[in-house]
């Protein structure tokens, strides 16, 4: 083994650790991509990053890296490596076949082989790592590297900075107008653009399994402005479909849940695995889900999550109101639901309950306390808060590093286009 890389390969000693230690059972094969990150708290970014490799293949293996690992070459994390992995939106992505903790940051061949993958895919950006150099560089060199699109105008980097300034430029009053260009920043043509974009993201992000076919059905809530002027309780509106995509299968129940899941992070995937894990517990009473035996091979439950303007969500509402009334719940598009489940949101006190509604049609459900209950926004921006400093200091080193790896980039553009280049030229001749 190169010298270089078998360094790279753990920080504890010589040899691969954790589930490494076990020997390899499957073959390298090139429908088996590996990706890897640090993936704080994961956002869309993260999402188009691991659709895009995953449709280059039939299984995708997630490597995340460890929290000395970012430490040393990045800076500080803000999410802890379990947050980040074992109940991340990492595991929880449908996308992802698996996920392996404690990747090393300078991707190694022994690594990637180990899990049976061929290929390597990341950004059309460069990620460098402490010394500067950058961090695929022996996966190149093998010519097992492979890039996709990065999406533009969002990264962990993006949000903390969002977070340090209190920024507020990034909200979006009204969804339906940003698609359709008349919400956003530039002139007509590039909000009309940037709509355009926005729309095939989310018609991309409700795919299935595979990324290749349709997945989640996408809805958006939309109040009359009678309602909203005289700020009725009872709010009318109409929901609309965005994307088409899969509706309840026989004999499951319609489970919905809300929320503004901002920072999307392992406390709301562990509050949507346990009202999974209700429902599959309720089935289970029932006779109706005994997935040990075969019977009905898919979940209980149809979970619509509202989301006030992954692997657990079957459909999604833009634009939910904070507050289900019946007359909203009445205009779903499969009916007032069978359940509506919350979870602890103590970061948040009410001075009203949002659920009178689901309470008085006897539906309302509570999850109750978990292991990453406080892991949500607030939480999120309280711990990069405390340790301002030190995220500035990331924030800056990582504009330094930014430099220098735009050189690279751009050098590697160039040498592709000279590629090209010349395949034509050899064409002519």
């Given amino acids: 083994m190169d010298p270089d890389i078998a360094a790279k ?82 595991e ?33 950006d460069i990620t460098s790592d402490s010394g500067g150099e950058d961090c695929y560089r022996f996966v190149k060199a093998a010519g097992r590297f492979l890039v996709v699109k990065r999406t533009p105008g969002i990264s962990t980097t993006d949000l903390v900075g969002r977070m340090l300034l209190c920024t507020k430029n990034h909200f979006i009053k009204s969804l339906p107008r940003v698609l359709s260009g008349e919400e956003g920043f530039g002139d007509w043509e590039e909000r009309t653009r940037m709509g355009d974009d926005m729309k095939q993201r989310i018609k991309d992000y409700a795919s299935d ?55 999307f992070s392992s406390g709301h995937i562990e509050f949507l695995r346990q009202v999974v894990g209700a429902e599959e517990t309720a089935g289970r009473r029932a006779g109706w ?14 979970v619509i999550a509202g989301v006030h303007n992954d692997e657990y969500i079957d459909c999604v509402i833009f634009g939910a109101p904070f507050t289900p009334t019946k007359s909203y719940l009445a205009n779903l598009p499969f009916g007032i639901p069978n359940a509506i489940y919350h979870g602890p949101t103590s970061f ?40 301002r400093e030190t995220y500035e200091a990331r924030q800056r080193a990582k504009g330094q590093k930014f430099q220098g790896e735009e050189v690279i980039r751009q050098r590697e553009v160039m040498e592709r286009e000279a590629v090209v280049l010349a395949e034509k030229r050899a064409l002519k001749n």
């Fill in 9 to 90: 390969v753990s920080t504890k000693d010589q040899r691969p650790v954790g589930p490494q230690e076990a020997p390899r059972a499957v073959p390298v094969s090139k429908d088996r991509i590996w990706i890897d990150g640090c993936f704080d708290f994961s956002h869309h970014g993260h999402a188009g990053a691991m659709l895009q490799a995953r449709r280059l293949g039939k299984e995708l293996v997630v490597g995340v890296h460890s929290d000395q690992d970012i430490m040393d070459n990045k800076g500080p994390p803000v999410m802890t490596l379990k947050e980040r992995d074992s109940v991340s939106a990492v």
């Fill in 92 to 124: 929880a992505c449908r996308w992802s076949t698996s996920s392996v903790p404690y990747a090393p940051y300078v991707t190694a061949l022994p690594w990637i082989t180990h899990y049976g993958c061929y290929y390597v895919v990341h950004g059309d």
């Fill in 209 to 263: 399994e595979s990324g290749l076919r349709p997945g989640p059905l996408v809805l958006s809530w939309t109040p009359k402005i009678a309602a909203i002027e005289s700020e009725v309780d009872e709010e009318a509106g109409t929901c609309n479909t965005m994307v088409d995509g899969q509706g309840p299968k026989p004999g499951q129940r319609i489970v919905y849940v809300d929320g503004g899941f901002d920072l």
């Fill in 289 to 302: 889900y005994q997935s040990h035996l075969g019977k009905n091979d898919y979940r209980p439950a149809y």
């Fill in 348 to 387: 948040m006190p009410l001075t009203y309950d949002p659920y009178v509604a689901a309470r008085e049609l006897g539906i309302y459900h509570e999850i109750g306390n978990h292991e990453f209950q406080d892991v949500n926004a607030g939480e999120i921006v309280q711990r990069i808060l405390k340790s």
